[in-house]
């Protein structure tokens, strides 16, 4: 996929090379090891699925496999967390799972939420269900206009242990921009605190976020509910730390296709990295399973979008592939389905089965 701007829920935003995110869940409860149910030969996947808006596009997914298959049943598993669902996914407590590329590239490398305790398991990619896009705006009258101005200032990257947060400090400590990101003095509290932070003076500048086109995370809508903010402009260090990050895509959107709560934030346009939100399996997933599940979400893909329009709206089937990296093999029903579907990049590596 190439970089570039983007219209309303047209996000698929690619890293330069075709990649995946892919990780894998395990079968669990009463499920057989195959991803049948073990008994009447209906295909089953249990999905983990961490709360907010994850929970409203798993549970689109969810009613839509209700009404257009008839042979894939579905359930929606509570999972702590992105990182949370990795753990579970390893542990066999379910099939598949929805997870981000950021994460996933950590549990892969045993770094970050991994480096003192990994994970055996390596999921595997199936399709590219979300972005979450990310940018910086600052309240007015801080003097703060471009990237290099946060050095020196209160800057919120939301709450701690949110993938946004992880996954924004990870695009800043790079070399292109560390030397900005170590001069911030980067604020600790949950996101129900931040809009009065800000309000008080605390917070100067925080981070946006959301899906293009669809809708803003909740405190971003209140801080410019309630307060004067503007973007704050990208330097080249930034575009460069963010373009060149292994764990996340970027990507520009109109600002009039994705306002924040009607504010005039000073831009026509946002520049933003994203934290690419993926369908991943088990090994142990029938193919079968994971190739119904692949058709439901392409060939209905309105029906899906009806639910939770924050799921991608695919112009083509290869648009599944939009997050998918090279070196996570993708699994092999999801990869039967897009070779029927003349989608296969053969750049990709098709996993093992278990």
Known sequence: ?????????????????????????????????????????????RVGTSAGGTQDVGLAVERAVSQESDTLSYSTIESPGYVGTIRRMANNQFNAGITD??????????????????????????????????YVIARDGTDIETFDDLAGKNVYPAEPGYSTRATTLDVWSQEPTADVYDQMNIQNMGVDSAPGAMEEGNIDATIAYGTPGVRYTGF????????????????????????????????????????????????????????????????????????????????????????????????????MLGSARENIPVHRGAVQYYKDNDAWDDSLTEGDSA
């Open 1 to 45: 996929m190439t970089k570039g701007s983007v219209n309303r829920r047209k996000f698929l935003y690619g890293t330069g090379a075709v990649g995946i995110a892919g990780l894998a869940g395990c079968s669990g409860g009463g499920d057989g090891g195959d991803g049948s149910d073990g008994g009447s030969g209906e295909l089953s996947l």
């Open 101 to 134: 590329n950021n994460s996933l590239d950590k549990a892969i490398n045993d770094t970050g939420a991994f480096e003192e305790q990994g994970v055996e398991r390596i999921p595997q990619f199936g399709f590219y269900a979300f972005p979450y896009s990310i």
């Open 220 to 319: 971003v809508q209140e801080i410019a509910s309630r307060i004067d903010v503007h973007y704050v402009e990208p330097t080249d260090a930034l575009r460069e730390s963010a373009e060149m990050f292994a764990g996340a895509g970027s990507g520009t959107t109109a600002y009039d296709d994705w306002p924040i709560a009607d504010a005039d934030i000073g831009t026509d346009e946002v520049f933003h990295w994203n934290l690419e939100v993926n369908y991943t399996f088990n090994p142990e997933a029938n193919p079968d399973a994971v190739y119904e599940l692949c058709r439901v979400v392409d060939e209905h893909n309105d029906t899906v979008n009806e639910g939770e329009a924050q799921f991608n709206d695919f112009e083509s089937t290869g648009d």
